[in-house]
């Protein structure tokens, strides 16, 4: 099988490339199985590269090019659509945004469409596509209401992956994603990056800043988990999805005081004290607009799960990222 | 003031033109007032123009043409548009529908955007958003969930005008329509079409084709209410309307068989016998996956208005029509 991840070297995108050659062989449910043979990774920026195994290609170039994405499309059986400008820089940059995420997204699909074979597409999509005045629990039926030009273009997303899937001309599906926390390495220009820095940077002994009150509440899910339902929702036959092709993922929900508390817990005061509070309106104001608590009913039902808590998915960074544990010393 | 009509020359279009020239004046809460000194009405077909007025320009062009639509729209103030492929056009001419419903909308509002003056714009979306699974009474907050490429395309124009108008580029406001009956004219290529001809074609004492069961519910809307709409829409203050753009217009709801028994009350049995029941699985597929049931709380609180009853709305046909009663004689 031939496989294209966009935004492949990003840090989901690397890390399910990692995952996917790890597995060699997918069986999927009424869909294609069978080896692995070759592995795109298509990224605006190079990255890290995922060194000296023969399966895989890096390309460098952007999803909205169609040369590019022609290239690397053409050929695949299952695509992970993960290249997208995040939610602060397509607020900030709102050319920008669109040119990645809804023409990018565009492109891609028209690609998968011309090749005539129907391939498997998995689209990562955003709580970002809820804002403003929300239910207290966000569920399956909760109408979109983008609050910033990320989550709008998400959402445009979905519904044109539901309908190139309704028409025949991929076999797609939406997973709408959590804030993704602890991610490793640098702050990217989310406004949720803040909830990897709080954690991340006191491990790695560094100062950082919070830019949201401690009672902000969080819709999380860790990297690994978000791994695992990149691979079950592609694993899944079209019909066990049905009509409806968008799947509100599950997350677990805490505040930004529990996860500091956490913290504590785990590094000690030494690490929570290299937290400065300095609150930013913006980012406040981003954060307050999505969704706190969400019963993902659907996705359990289909075999997605959440983190059962934020001690395990802080241990889980140390170990994954092996972190040196200064304050065991 | 300076208006644009995009589909200037649909039937909308030209009611809409007509009685803002008879108005001749405007006044918009919070916005601009004063008097109508030109009326461009872009469509992509040469209608019957409306003859002598030195106010109005027909120009004829694609909404999805940057040339063209920059011309028309760069001194606009008030924007309508109404212009769009329909629900059977747009699901058997894909990329058609695409160019104009998506792709035009996206036109339309760069090119408004790039004038810097934040026009105000009511875009015309549809029921057609909804689909599928649906509540047996659809809200100001059900999911969107369409069932065609009409209905996804018109779903990503309203985020896009919520995003637009997030974003200061223009005052926009998004009417979600139910079915327009009755029609004048010839049928279109909309599924809908034989509402209008089933109560049309008879006045007219001809043959006509109804492609559903008696049973399936209907969401409509005369002409005149729409044309109302449309005005209350572009009279509006933005704040009025607040942060959520779209805005579900009050139909009323009846079923096939109930039109038809208010044709035979009003033009008797020899005009229901010019209806021939033929079953058309795609349209009833499409009719079924509509909303029936509307309940439209916060239009109702802007002041749109339903119309009270199908008799009416019959009656109102035959009197803007000049229908001549054969039925009488």
Request: with cysteine.
């Amino acid at each position: 099988m031939k496989i294209l991840i966009t935004g492949g070297n990003g840090f989901i995108g690397k890390r399910l490339a990692e995952r996917l050659l790890e597995l060699d062989t997918l069986q999927l449910d009424g869909g294609p199985s069978g080896r692995i043979e070759k592995l795109v990774l298509l990224d605006a920026f190079p990255g890290d590269r995922i060194g000296g195994d023969r399966r895989v290609e890096v390309v460098v170039g952007e999803v909205s090019d169609r040369e590019t994405v022609a290239r690397v499309a053409q050929d695949a059986d299952l695509v992970w659509h993960l290249a997208a400008i995040v939610s602060s820089d397509a607020e900030a940059n709102f050319d920008l945004g669109m040119k990645v995420n809804l023409y990018g997204t565009l492109n891609l699909l028209e690609i998968l469409r011309a090749t005539g074979k129907r391939p498997r597409l998995v689209n990562a999509s955003s709580l970002a596509v809820f804002g403003g005045d929300l239910p207290s629990v966000v569920t399956d039926r909760t109408d979109l209401t983008p609050k910033s030009s990320y989550g709008t273009q998400k959402a445009i997303g979905e519904l044109l992956v539901a309908d190139y899937t309704r028409k025949g001309f991929v076999d797609g599906r939406s997973l709408r994603l959590p804030t993704i926390a602890i991610r490793p390495g640098k702050p990217n220009k989310a406004a949720s990056t803040f909830v990897s820095s709080i954690i991340r940077e006191p491990l790695a002994r560094q100062a950082t800043v919070c830019p949201v009150r401690p009672d902000s509440a969080m819709c999380l899910l860790s990297g690994r988990r978000v791994v695992d339902a990149m691979i079950r929702a592609m694993t899944l036959s079209s019909e066990s999805i049905g009509s409806e092709r968008t799947i509100l993922l599950p997350g677990f929900t805490l505040t930004v005081a529990e996860m500091v508390a956490v913290l504590e817990k785990v590094a000690g005061r030494e690490a929570t004290k290299l937290i400065r509070w300095q609150p930013d309106a913006n980012i406040q104001r981003l954060v307050d607009s999505w969704p706190g608590r969400i019963d993902a009913a659907r996705a359990k039902a289909l075999g997605f799960q959440a983190d059962s808590n934020f001690e395990e998915v802080v241990r889980a960074h140390i170990e994954d990222e092996a972190v040196p544990q200064w304050w065991r010393q």
